[in-house]
Each structure stands twice: as C-alpha cells, then as structure tokens.
C-alpha cells in the first residue's frame, strides 16, 4: 500500500516535471510556482536529488535584482491561465509575476541538503544557494517591514498562498475596483466556479496587479503604497523558520556573517510573533496594517504559525485548538474554523484541507512535543490520498477532492510523509 503510493505520488511528479521545474497541474497552472517547486522539491529529493536542486536553482535563477523571487516564473507561453505577463508587465526577459509567496526555500533547502547522499553535489548547490536566499530574507525586512517590527506584510492576497482567505475579506474590501479593465478568467475553466474565488475578489486582485504596475515595480514604494497590507502569522512562521534553516545551513558551510544576519531576523520575528496572539481564539491572528488591528478571522494561518518556534504553551494551545476542530470535522487541518460562518467546505481556502500546510504544521508541531495531534493530521492527509487522490484541496467533512488533480505538491507531500 505504502510503496504502491509512493509510486503513484512519482508518476505525479514526472507528469508535471517540465525538465528543469514542474507545474503545479496540467491544463489549471501551466507555469512555475514559487512556494510549490521549493516543496515539490522535497518529493523530488527522495528519488532524484539532482532534479530537486534543479527546481530550486531554476526558481533562484529568476531572482530580481533586488532580491525578490517572484511568485509565478511564465517560461513558455500559455494563454490558459489568467493574469498572464502583459498584465503583470514586469518587463523581464523571460516574464514573471511581480510578487512573492511564501519564503518556504530555506527551510526546503536546509532539509534537502541534511538527508542528501549525494554530499558533494548537496554542498555546491547549497553554496549556491544561500546567498540568494538570504538575499530574498533581506528583501523582505527592509521592504516589507520598514518600521522594523520584525515581521513583514503581504501587499496581495496572492503572495499569502492562501489567495481567498476569510483573513483578507476586510482589508479586500477597501481595495477599489473602479479603473480595472475587462479581463476572462481562465481558472473557471479548468475548475469548477463555486471551489475558487468569486468574480469580485479577482476585480480586486486585478486592481492591486494594475496599482502596482503603475508604479513601475518598485518595492522600495509598494508596501507604503499598498491600500493591503497585511501581517499573516503563517506566513511569517515560514519566513522565520527558513531564516533559522539558513542560519543552520551558513553554519554547516562555514558562512558566519549570514548565519549570524538570519538569526537576528528570527528572533526579531519570534518575538513579535507574540502581539498576533488571541486568547479568545486560542490561536494566533492576522494584523490589519493599514488599521492597526488584529483582524479577528480563525484561520488557519494562525496554526501554520507553530511552523517556526513559538514558547510551549503556545504550542500546547494550538494542539488543544486542533482537537477541537478535529471533533467536528473528520479530515484535519480545514482551512479555515469550521465553526465561523464563512467556513465552505469546498472554496479554495475558505475551508478545504491542503497537504502542504497539514505537512508544515505537523513538521511544526512535532519539534513542539505534541506528538499525538500530529500523528492524527498525518492519519488524516493519508486517508485523504487513499479516498480521493492527489488533489489540489480536500473538503474536510467528505474528503471531496477539489481544485486541480494530479497535483505536484500534494504528491510531493505524499512521499516526504511515507518516506
Ligand atoms: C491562483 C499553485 C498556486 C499556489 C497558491 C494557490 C493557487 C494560484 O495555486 O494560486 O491562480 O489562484 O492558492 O498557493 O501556489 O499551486
């Protein structure tokens, strides 16, 4: 059984390896995501090590000059898929998006090298690697956190990962959608309509896309410039944990100066982790920047924060939060409180599961101590696969598979668990 999926979650992978990265799915993302390839690789790495450096190095490749990497690398031309580089319009060589997702490749990087076999070709890559690395974590402190709070701020839903979050419906809201000119989405044909965002939340995004196209790119203007911006407590855990990762990784190659720079921002960050708590919620909160509040959403992003070190009680509480939702729905981790109104099952991240960051709290939690609510959140993704196949996401109470199929990095998540 065990071998028999871990043959299946390979063939995924294949089918989406494009040579020197993989698309998320057929037909839905026919490009390289950023967040997807550095997890995507960990799949890779159990049966090709050269191939998982490849994906990682060929994201690296398209790093900006000033240290972003972006979240969508356009390598060939596909009209399926919608906004496409003339709406970006970021004028590079071979397109990209203009904006980031979650910094997951340090900590991908940090794991990959630690198990390789193949140590010599581990170290090169991993040299390679690290400074452009710490060069995308400096990016982000000086561009997205420019008060110096130790955590940044995503200027786009999209750069969450978790692109229709209850998290963002408010701060949305005040993005306007007057000037936004006509656009076909492509995704509502390849998915169906009532599993992904609404009409209105693309008029949004698009307008964010446009008002930072207007101003030519610039991150040293866009966060200020950002009627969203938003701190996401998951998405800063990943930061933080791929700044330790790096850390960890400059001291194994003998690179102090930037172990010694990564640390410093992990602990800026975990230390101002702590304002996004909610005792009310048991669990950590996102923070309305442009209000200068905690935005009061149960979502899982305030779990992913257990992905970077957090004191233990913190912890325990984020476990007790999992048994609770785990009672009342059979598949863990939703994506959101199954208990809040806005909970759907079935919309993108307005309540599905998705193995990625079932993977990342488990990884999270398991350095916590809180062994046995990880071992049900690993029952529980496998029990996924083994009922409704790779999927992009999974309905929490039928284990309906939604989004994509044969999707790259549910089968990579696959294989990192079985192996
Ligand atoms: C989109 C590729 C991406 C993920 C995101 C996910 C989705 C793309 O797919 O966004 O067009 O909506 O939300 O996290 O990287 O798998």
Redesign the pocket.
Same mark, same amino acid.
């Given at each position: 059984m065990k071998q028999d999926l871990i043959e299946q979650a390979r063939a995924v992978l294949v089918r989406n390896d494009r040579g020197d990265y993989t698309v998320?799915t057929h037909g839905l993302?026919p490009f390289q !995501?950023n !967040? &997807?390839s550095a997890l995507s690789a960990l799949g890779f790495s159990h049966f090709d090590e050269a191939r998982a450096w490849r994906e990682i190095e060929t994201l690296f490749r398209h790093q900006w000059d000033d240290g972003m990497v972006p979240h969508i690398i356009f390598h060939e031309m596909n009209d399926g898929y919608f906004p496409g580089p003339d709406v970006w319009a970021t004028g590079r060589a071979v397109p990209t998006s203009g904006i980031t997702?979650p910094a997951v490749a340090g900590f991908a990087v940090r794991r990959i090298h630690a198990r390789a076999k193949n140590r010599a070709l581990a170290d090169a890559q991993a040299r390679a690697l690290l400074p452009k690395i710490h060069a995308w974590h400096q990016w982000f402190y000086t561009n997205r956190d420019p008060q110096g709070t130790g955590l940044v701020a995503i200027i786009h839903p999209?750069e969450s990962?978790? &692109?229709n979050s209850v998290d963002w419906d408010a701060a949305l809201a005040r993005v306007p959608t007057e000037g936004v000119a006509p656009f076909q989405r492509r &995704?509502v044909a390849h998915a169906n309509p009532a599993h992904r965002p609404t009409d209105e939340e693309y008029r949004r995004y698009i307008w964010l896309v446009q008002h930072f196209r207007g101003l030519g790119w610039d991150n040293s203007r866009l966060h200020d410039a950002s009627p969203f911006r938003v701190v996401d407590p998951g998405f800063n855990a990943i930061l933080i944990r791929s700044c330790l990762d790096l850390a960890a990784l400059a001291d194994d190659l003998g690179e102090a100066e930037i172990a010694s720079a990564s640390r410093a921002y992990a602990q800026a960050g975990i230390a101002a982790m702590d304002a996004l708590w909610s005792e009310t919620r048991g669990q950590y909160l996102c923070f309305d920047r442009a209000t200068g509040e905690l935005i009061d959403s149960p979502s899982i992003g305030g779990l992913l924060a257990a992905f970077c070190p957090i004191p233990e009680h913190r912890a325990q509480a984020i476990a007790r939060r999992l048994d609770a939702i785990g009672a009342a729905v059979p598949y863990l981790v939703p994506s959101h409180d199954p208990a809040a109104h806005e909970f759907d099952g079935l919309r993108y !991240?307005r309540g599905p599961v998705w193995l990625i960051v079932n993977y990342m709290i488990a990884d999270g939690l398991k350095r916590a101590g809180q062994t046995r609510i990880v071992q049900r959140i690993v029952d529980d993704s496998l029990r996924l696969i083994e009922q409704s196949g790779f999927a992009e996401y999974y309905d929490p109470v039928t284990a309906e598979p939604c989004g994509g199929s044969s999707f790259t !990095?549910t089968a990579a998540m696959v294989i990192e668990i079985l192996n």
């Amino acid at each position: 059984m065990k071998q028999d999926l871990i043959e299946q979650a390979r063939a995924v992978l294949v089918r989406n390896d494009r040579g020197d990265y993989t698309v998320p799915t057929h037909g839905l993302y026919p490009f390289q !995501w950023n !967040w &997807d390839s550095a997890l995507s690789a960990l799949g890779f790495s159990h049966f090709d090590e050269a191939r998982a450096w490849r994906e990682i190095e060929t994201l690296f490749r398209h790093q900006w000059d000033d240290g972003m990497v972006p979240h969508i690398i356009f390598h060939e031309m596909n009209d399926g898929y919608f906004p496409g580089p003339d709406v970006w319009a970021t004028g590079r060589a071979v397109p990209t998006s203009g904006i980031t997702q979650p910094a997951v490749a340090g900590f991908a990087v940090r794991r990959i090298h630690a198990r390789a076999k193949n140590r010599a070709l581990a170290d090169a890559q991993a040299r390679a690697l690290l400074p452009k690395i710490h060069a995308w974590h400096q990016w982000f402190y000086t561009n997205r956190d420019p008060q110096g709070t130790g955590l940044v701020a995503i200027i786009h839903p999209w750069e969450s990962g978790r &692109d229709n979050s209850v998290d963002w419906d408010a701060a949305l809201a005040r993005v306007p959608t007057e000037g936004v000119a006509p656009f076909q989405r492509r &995704d509502v044909a390849h998915a169906n309509p009532a599993h992904r965002p609404t009409d209105e939340e693309y008029r949004r995004y698009i307008w964010l896309v446009q008002h930072f196209r207007g101003l030519g790119w610039d991150n040293s203007r866009l966060h200020d410039a950002s009627p969203f911006r938003v701190v996401d407590p998951g998405f800063n855990a990943i930061l933080i944990r791929s700044c330790l990762d790096l850390a960890a990784l400059a001291d194994d190659l003998g690179e102090a100066e930037i172990a010694s720079a990564s640390r410093a921002y992990a602990q800026a960050g975990i230390a101002a982790m702590d304002a996004l708590w909610s005792e009310t919620r048991g669990q950590y909160l996102c923070f309305d920047r442009a209000t200068g509040e905690l935005i009061d959403s149960p979502s899982i992003g305030g779990l992913l924060a257990a992905f970077c070190p957090i004191p233990e009680h913190r912890a325990q509480a984020i476990a007790r939060r999992l048994d609770a939702i785990g009672a009342a729905v059979p598949y863990l981790v939703p994506s959101h409180d199954p208990a809040a109104h806005e909970f759907d099952g079935l919309r993108y !991240w307005r309540g599905p599961v998705w193995l990625i960051v079932n993977y990342m709290i488990a990884d999270g939690l398991k350095r916590a101590g809180q062994t046995r609510i990880v071992q049900r959140i690993v029952d529980d993704s496998l029990r996924l696969i083994e009922q409704s196949g790779f999927a992009e996401y999974y309905d929490p109470v039928t284990a309906e598979p939604c989004g994509g199929s044969s999707f790259t !990095w549910t089968a990579a998540m696959v294989i990192e668990i079985l192996n």
